[in-house]
């Protein structure tokens, strides 16, 4: 079994080129859900949908998130009644949201996750990283908010003074997820905001603690191309939390969960801390993205 490790964006990029070159019914994606939100109409768990609509052939590729096509009469109306929704939500995936804040009363996220994917017809495993809210805060000079309301509705444009998990003490890995872990013979840690998607999987103790035992089978893919994040503010939150957007760092943030780290090709950098192996990391194409995701099969000998 494979095993990523994903946020949205690039974690779902790489994705969706592993299922067209790996045997799906033995790949498995452990996704993060800080950036889950109780909203008025459900529950918004953007990171587990965009590898849902993706691996369901249903993204929007112009943006790597939401579904391809959707309306958004109900997001107009309300804006027309003077409603501030800062989320720009479609009316699909807003039916999305309503299902799953309905199943919360009654099943575990896990459970619910299972479902979509049955109904998608979704070969590959997914998993949320747990059942327990964990919630990505973000200290600003403004003061404490949620990450979408820093990333949307502040647009990121804050500066960052730190970051928070709350709830992560007493968060519980989802079993089917560390179950994967345990049966992996390869780790993907994908392309995703190292800090506010892929840290708070690894900051779940169990998943944290099984990982580090299978570092030597663990490849992470850099967010960043010289100093520079490929999408996303990645480099407010590295700073925020005493980070530079270096490699360097990168190794730093990883060290003990991975034995390995691809980077641009382009990249300069030297270390005996750990095996770096470069490559062409920019996914623009699909093509791309098979290629890449190739060479971390190649990587890993599975």
Same mark, same amino acid.
């Given at each position: 079994? +494979? ?5 949205? !964006? ?45 691996? /369901?052939? #249903? ?9 391809? *096509? ?7 109306? +309300?804006?027309? #009644? ?57 200290? !600003? ?9 820093? #990333? ?8 960052? +003074? ?14 089917? /997820? ?17 800090? !506010? ?10 998943? *944290? ?17 010289? *100093?520079? /994040? ?48 470069? !490559? ?12 890449? /995701?190739?060479? +971390? ?6």
């Amino acid at each position: 079994m +494979l095993v990523l490790l994903s946020g949205g !964006t690039g974690g779902v990029k790489l994705l969706s080129g592993l299922k067209e070159v790996y045997q799906e019914e033995k790949l498995a994606v452990i996704v993060n859900t800080a950036d889950d939100k109780w909203l008025p109409h459900g529950y918004f768990s953007p990171d587990i949908d965009s590898v849902l609509y993706a691996l /369901a052939g #249903l993204i929007d590729e112009d943006r790597w998130y939401g579904l391809k *096509g959707d309306t958004y009469n109900t997001h107009e109306m +309300l804006r027309i #009644l003077g409603y501030d929704e800062f989320l720009n939500i479609g009316d699909k995936d807003r039916a999305i949201h309503i299902y799953r804040g309905e199943m919360l009363k009654e099943m575990k996220l896990c459970g619910i996750v299972e479902r979509l994917r049955k109904v998608f017809k979704i070969k590959v495993k997914v998993f949320p990283m747990s059942n327990d809210k964990v919630t990505t805060m973000i200290l !600003t000079p403004r003061g404490m908010m949620d990450i979408q309301e820093f #990333l949307v509705k502040n647009r990121a444009e804050l500066e960052v +003074l730190d970051v928070y998990f709350d709830g992560i003490e007493k968060a519980r890995a989802c079993s089917h /997820a560390l179950d994967s872990i345990k049966k992996a013979d390869g780790i993907i840690i994908g392309p995703s905001n190292p800090i !506010t998607s892929i840290l708070p999987i690894l900051s779940i103790k169990e998943i *944290g603690r099984e990982i580090k035992r299978k570092m030597d089978k663990c490849v992470a893919v850099s967010p960043l191309i010289r *100093g520079k /994040a490929v999408s996303g503010p990645a480099e407010k939150f590295l700073r925020a939390k005493g980070y530079t957007p270096t490699i360097e760092s990168l190794i730093e943030i990883y060290g003990g969960y991975i034995s390995k780290l691809v980077v641009d090709e382009k990249e300069e950098v030297e270390t005996r801390e750990i095996e770096i192996y470069k !490559t062409k990391i920019l996914m623009k194409t699909q093509r791309d993205r098979e290629t890449l /995701a190739k060479f +971390l099969l190649e990587l890993l000998g599975v």
